[in-house]
T-cell receptor, first 114, second 111 residues
């Protein structure tokens, strides 16, 4: 099993450009998450999904959109990138039957917006 | 509402010394608590979790944590630090659908 994978690993954008980050998991997990990690701020939840076709806002959703068209994939979109979106983005997933909500993380995408 | 506070953004210990990373939680329901580790340029990996069974939880790589309800704490310890333990450590508490993470503690191990 590959677990949780993220594409791309690195990306540099200019202000105003758009892009999509792809997260894929092969564990048949129901729940998927997108976080951003900034120095001194830990991980903050952007959006999450509790199942195929559903999404919900997290703590810092502004400037981002998501889609979950297939159970194994969760896409994060930036329509018009801003320097404040320079960050490391992590995707995570978990099974819906886990009472503890233990999440499994991908390796991250480092995004720089100039 | 659930939250965690990690005391100390940076901790330095000598190789072979005790590691103690502090985490205090706030939760309106019985908490499920986690410690994750992040090695440089990698994702987060689960070290251990507390799910209301034994209050002393043993994890991977010789780490353990003790749940203390009276102190609302879940501190992470390891008796003897290794150079390979240098990483960032995150405490987290379960929410309704997700986890709430602390701001992290960077552990440096001095040879």
């Amino acid at each position: 099993n590959a677990g949780v994978t993220q594409t791309p690993k690195f990306r540099v954008l200019k202000t105003g450009q758009s892009m999509t980050l792809l997260c894929a998991q092969d564990m048949n997990h129901e729940y998927m998450y997108w976080y951003r990690q900034d120095p001194g701020m830990g991980l903050r939840l952007i959006h999450y999904s509790v199942g195929e076709g559903t999404t919900a806002k997290g703590e810092v959703p502004d400037g981002y959109n998501v889609s979950r068209l297939k159970k194994q994939n969760f896409l994060l979109g930036l329509e018009s990138a801003a320097p404040s979106q320079t960050s490391v983005y992590f995707c995570a997933s978990r099974t819906g039957t886990s009472r503890s909500n233990e999440q499994f993380f991908g390796p991250g995408t480092r995004l720089t917006v100039l | 509402a659930q939250s965690v506070t990690q005391l100390g953004s940076h901790v330095s210990v000598s190789e072979g010394a005790l590691v103690l990373l502090r985490c205090n939680y706030s939760s309106s329901v019985p908490p499920y608590l986690f410690w994750y580790v992040q090695y440089p340029n990698q994702g987060l990996q689960l070290l251990l979790k507390y799910t209301s069974a034994a209050t002393l939880v043993k994890g991977i790589n010789g780490f353990e944590a003790e749940f203390k309800k009276s102190e609302t704490s879940f501190h992470l310890t390891k008796p003897s630090a290794h150079m390979s333990d240098a990483a960032e450590y995150f405490c987290a508490v379960r929410g309704a659908n997700n986890l709430f993470f602390g701001t992290g503690t960077r552990l440096t191990v001095i040879p």
